[in-house]
């Protein structure tokens, strides 16, 4: 009773607080239960997350602009604390973190922009700030004496507020806050903190009320946003995070309902299938949650990027952060999904005053089909019909007309008559997006005269102890501790002694080595030779290794190469889960020798690393070996060769479908790791994706028995006109002659659509409302810039199925269907075909709905 009382009181003050600042800024955002207020008026916004440093800055315009023009308001990002605090008060804000820039970019573009300063992010980041790259919460705080990450611990708090103060002053100089007559509307603190704040026990909400008080004295004149904090005091936003939020209702009735994380698929990890959610469901979920009220949808991602670097989490995650979001990783817009979704906002836009400013009632239609009506002061209607049955079409009565509605649907009515938008009726073509190979054309390391035709440098590393050990030590430490996320590598090496008597010399029996580790992998030496390698999973790090080895008589050497793949970034405590070796024991004929209490020499790295040979310049006592023909299936192996960027302007990718795991750098740029691991061939996929009932990552995955990650972005602007740098480090094997540059182009595309589709005209800027009657249905197709639509791969009017790529004629299908279609389109960059009696005549099956497909080349 009197922790709830000091709580109440709490919150008092708190508000008290935020009315007093908001004064003395003068700010011009505020909010009511209906939305934000901005400049007096309130405001219905569509928001898109984009992460700075998961692209380049020479991207970052683009992406922008891309995600204004698919009807988004405000550009959302999160604030990386280790990307930018290297150490203790040593802040980096160049490149890819340089956030001022960004947040410029932003503003010049007209768009607002929310800023998660988190500190702590989760985002699927690394935890830690490594060698490269840094991310998340910097791992130099584990290692403040009395820290724990995310509790009402003292140093934690101190340097959270010493960040957090340090991000906010910054955006004070450039003033870029609304307060100041800047952009920046709404910021956050924290993330996801409700879901786990229990198991903090008595430390867990005093944090969080810290947390909000610490953030409200920073005196921004913006409201902060606390997302999943369910407990957030006023004035303090509580918002959601989730793939539906239209049932989320705030903690206070004066508080306007946001959803902060719309996620329009979902992350990676290496070995696993790929995760894809349908456009319909996406728009689907958007739609109920503005039918049921909600003000601010942001969408996590609307481009996911790149894990450069080592800057993936998880751990596990790929280096693609794609997220099967609208924008691609390489900045391609994903169609249909993105214009699907610009469509529903164009809907959506055209109802803001009357969702806004009118009044609701909720009429039920069904057991499962009901309509949200808005009636403005002015006269406005407004109707969102929802069918949300998961198996069955329903035909609707509303105010004495009749609709059609899909299952797991909403139709959306600007005018309470005239449908604008239908969820599960996607008008926009689909893009055939593909990765074009160009062999990667390795030069002559030295072009001049008469030089050998040496066109590759290697450099091997040793297993086991290079250099000076580090430390000895009986038994095992751990991983992450010893090396600080400084690396991704720790070795492990002892020695045994094997007595010439020993029966398995003889060959008709082998040792077994057995190595159980807390994660994430590793690779098995004996004597210098590669053994074997294990490794766990994005669903459990840990794993067992047993395999057959080679023991000669005598001082055999066990090296054991031990690997991150990114560091835990999210849940309770989670900067102490560990990493590395458990147990290592060799299995023999008469018994099991435990090496586990040996004495264990530990090297830090590699001496590659050490030595920077991945930078355009290294140490000078680097031994690169030059080659005319690199050795394959080599471990431990660095490739230095020297290229020309690929022709054009697309997107490249650096295949490596035929390495075997490791890392990359271009022009002392790190790409990422690489890992081409496979998906089981026994998983379930699903050879196309059912939008109806309620989405879950697992729902909808594809790539059974192929690498989860094939392809690495490389950016155009790391490129220089001729002579790049590409540098590889392999771990266990591979052949550097079969990589390659692809070119990431659209190759194709696909239209399906109905006469039943809507076809209002949405590109309108008025708020007149036609009828549909007049209008008919058409396939639009367009080529990208400078590609003409060259062939007609499939064309058919009636009633044909499937998805693009694997259409079929159906029982209904009218003969000169691709005429018609190569009439309007062949040899043009983009075209509309209708579904008109026009095109295609009036006797063909009159009492069915017709439907086109169309499969097309672009070159």
């Known amino acids: 009773m009197a922790r709830s009382a000091l709580f109440s009181s709490s919150s008092s003050v708190l508000f008290l607080l935020f009315l ?21 008026q309130r405001k219905l916004l569509i928001s898109a997350s984009i992460h700075y440093p998961r692209s380049v800055p020479a991207m970052w315009p683009g992406l922008v602009a891309t995600a204004k023009q698919g009807g988004a308001d405000v550009i959302e990002t999160y604030v990386f604390w280790n990307g930018h605090e290297l150490s203790p008060g040593n802040y980096y804000f160049e490149d890819r973190f340089d956030l001022v820039k960004f947040v410029r970019i932003v503003r010049d573009a007209g768009m607002y922009m929310i800023l998660r300063i988190g500190p702590f992010v989760a985002a699927e980041w690394n935890f830690g700030c490594g060698l490269w790259s840094c991310s998340g919460v910097p791992v130099w705080l584990h290692y403040v004496p009395g820290t724990v990450f995310r509790t009402n611990s003292e140093p934690f708090k101190r340097h959270t507020e010493s960040f ?61 946003i606390m997302c999943q904090q369910y407990d957030a005091p006023d004035p303090v936003i509580n918002t959601c995070n989730s793939f539906y939020c239209d049932q989320f209702t705030p903690n206070s ?163 309470c008559k005239n449908v604008a938008f239908n969820t599960a009726k996607v008008r926009s073509q689909t893009s055939i997006v593909d990765m074009v190979p160009e062999n990667l054309q390795a030069l002559m390391i030295s072009p001049k005269k008469g030089s050998e035709d040496r066109r590759w440098n290697i450099f091997m590393e040793k297993a086991g102890v290079w250099g000076e050990p580090d430390f000895v030590r009986k038994g095992f430490v751990d991983h992450i501790n010893t090396t600080k996320d400084s690396t991704d590598y720790l070795w492990y090496t002892t020695s045994m002694h094997v007595d010439e008597s020993e029966e398995f010399l003889s060959g008709r029996s082998h040792p077994i080595l057995v190595v159980e580790s807390k994660g994430h992998a590793v690779h098995a030496f004996v004597n210098q030779k590669l053994q074997a390698t294990a490794s766990g999973n994005g ?3 840990t794993f067992k290794l047993e395999t057959p080895i080679s023991l000669r008589a005598g001082k055999n050497e066990i090296a054991l190469l031990s690997m991150t793949v990114g560091l835990q970034n999210a849940g309770p405590f989670y900067e102490w889960v560990g990493a590395g070796l458990t147990s290592v024991k060799i299995r023999l004929n008469n018994g099991t020798i435990d090496l586990s209490s040996n004495t264990w020499i530990y090297k830090n790295g590699l001496e590659g690393e050490r030595q920077n040979i991945f930078k355009e310049v290294g140490k ?61 061939v026994h998983d379930e996929c699903a050879p ?82 036609k009828s549909n009657n007049g209008d008919k249905a058409a396939v639009h197709l367009t080529c990208p810039e400078g590609m003409l639509i060259s062939s007609i791969a499939f064309a058919s009017f009636g009633n044909p199925s499937g998805t693009c790529r694997s259409y079929r004629q159906g029982s209904c299908h009218y003969p000169n269907s691709i005429s018609v279609v190569g009439k309007a389109c062949l040899h043009k960059n983009q075209c509309a075909v209708s579904l008109s009696e026009d095109s295609f005549g009036n006797d063909l099956c009159p009492s069915m709905v017709k439907t086109l497909a169309i499969e097309a080349a672009c070159g």
């Open 20 to 40: 007093l600042f908001s004064t003395a800024s003068s700010a011009n955002v505020t909010y009511d239960h209906r939305s934000l207020i901005i400049d007096g």
């Open 164 to 224: 957090t103060t340090y991000i906010v002053e910054m955006m004070k100089r450039e003033k870029f806050f609304a307060s100041q007559g800047g952009h920046i509307i709404l910021a956050q603190i924290e993330n996801e903190y409700g879901d786990i704040e229990r198991v903090y026990g008595d430390g867990g909400k005093p944090y969080a009320m810290w947390a909000a008080s610490m953030a409200l004295s920073q005196n921004i004149g913006v409201p902060w």
């Open 253 to 415: 009735p004066n508080k306007p309902k946001i959803w902060t994380e719309n996620w329009p698929g979902w992350f990676q990890t290496f070995g696993a299938r790929n995760p894809h959610r349908p456009a319909e469901d996406i728009a689907f979920s958007v739609a109920r949650f503005f039918q049921k009220g909600g003000s601010l949808q942001n969408y996590y991602m609307y481009h996911g990027g790149t894990n450069f670097d080592r800057t993936s989490g998880g751990p596990f995650i790929t280096t693609s952060y794609d997220y099967d979001a609208p924008i691609d990783e390489y900045g391609l817009v994903r169609l249909p999904k993105w214009a699907h979704l610009k469509e529903l906002h164009k809907a959506i836009k055209l109802c803001e005053h009357a969702l806004l400013y009118g009044e609701q009632t909720l009429q039920v239609l069904g057991s499962l089909q009901e309509a949200n009506v808005y009636s403005d002061p002015s006269g406005g209607c407004v109707a969102f019909i929802a069918n949300i049955d998961e198996e069955n079409d329903r035909l609707i009565n509303f105010q004495n007309r009749s609709y059609n509605v899909p299952a797991w649907s909403v139709s959306i009515l600007p005018d």
């Open 539 to 541: 669903s459990d790090s």
């Open 620 to 680: 000078n006592d680097v031994k690169w070996i030059p080659k005319s023909d690199p050795p394959k299936n080599q471990p431990l192996t660095w490739y230095k060769v020297v290229v020309d960027p690929p022709e054009g302007n697309e997107p490249v990718g650096l295949d490596m479908q035929f390495m075997g795991k490791g890392q990359a750098w271009l022009n002392g740029k790190a790409i990422g790791r690489y890992w081409p691991r496979t998906s089981s």
């Open 688 to 769: 196309s994706c059912n939008y109806r009932g309620k989405f879950f990552p697992d729902k909808c995955r594809t790539g059974c028995g192929e690498p989860t990650q094939r392809w690495y972005h490389v950016p155009r602007s790391w490129f220089q006109p001729s002579r790049n740098i590409l540098v590889i480090f392999e771990e266990k094997g591979g052949d550097p002659t079969r990589i390659t540059f692809s070119r990431r182009r659209v190759i194709g595309l696909c239209g399906f659509i109905s006469t039943e589709h809507p076809s209002m005209d949405l590109e309108s800027s008025d708020q007149s409302i």
